[in-house]
T-cell receptor, first 113, second 112 residues
């Protein structure tokens, strides 16, 4: 059983650019959530996808968008990057049930300069 | 508005002793609480959870206590081991909701 895989592990982008982060769900998991963890803070919920549909969204602007594919892998896209977007982006997958069933990936460290 | 708060950024405990990590919340709609552990360069790992209908849940060396009237929960680790050194996050979920609401985390260091 493979875990959650995120790519890339690190990324440096310039303010105003666009970025795409990728996540491969754990086998058998059909729900994917994305979280942003700023330095010294806890993770903050961005949105969740269930069977390719957005299924809940946190307080993030529309320039944060996502996709989930038929194989349940997912992408997080961020347009018009701002310096405050610098953070660790975590993907978590679940097969349903209580959130304790979430498996987190190791994250993508995004730095915006 | 920080709905889940961990007021101690760091905690240092001697190996073999008890570690107590605390968490407070403000949202009375939360009905499920979790603790996650995070090592550097890894994602958070689920540790233990508790439903709001219980006041205690135990799993080996880890026990979570919930005091609903005080809106407070705590994680006890007994005995503490060097491998327990990590950042611990408290998280909560509203009934019927999907998102985890995390605290800021507490860095636990176990000293030999």
């Amino acid at each position: 059983e493979t875990g959650v895989t995120q790519s890339p592990t690190h990324l440096i982008k310039t303010r105003g650019q666009q970025v795409t982060l990728r996540c491969s769900s754990q086998s058998g998991h059909n729900t994917v959530s994305w979280y942003q963890q700023a330095l010294g803070q806890g993770p903050q919920f961005i949105f969740q996808y269930y069977r390719e549909e957005e299924n809940g969204r946190g307080n993030f602007p529309p320039r944060f968008s996502g996709l989930q594919f038929p194989n349940y892998s997912s992408e997080l896209n961020v347009n018009a990057l701002e310096l405050d977007d610098s953070a660790l982006y975590l993907c978590a997958s679940s097969g349903g049930g209580r959130p304790g069933g979430y498996t987190f990936g190791s994250g993508t460290r995004l730095t915006v300069v | 508005d920080q709905q889940v708060k961990q007021n101690s950024p760091s905690l240092s405990v001697q190996e073999g002793r008890i570690s107590i990590l605390n968490c407070d919340y403000t949202n009375s709609m939360f009905d499920y609480f979790l603790w996650y552990k995070k090592y550097p360069a890894e994602g958070p790992t689920f540790l233990i959870s508790i439903s709001s209908i219980k006041d205690k849940n135990e799993d080996g060396r880890f026990t979570v206590f919930l005091n609903k009237s005080a809106k407070h929960l705590s994680l006890h680790i007994v005995p503490s081991q060097p491998g327990d050194s990590a950042v611990y996050f408290c998280a909560a979920v509203e009934k019927g909701a999907q998102k985890l609401v995390f605290g800021q985390g507490t860095r636990l260091t176990i000293n030999p």
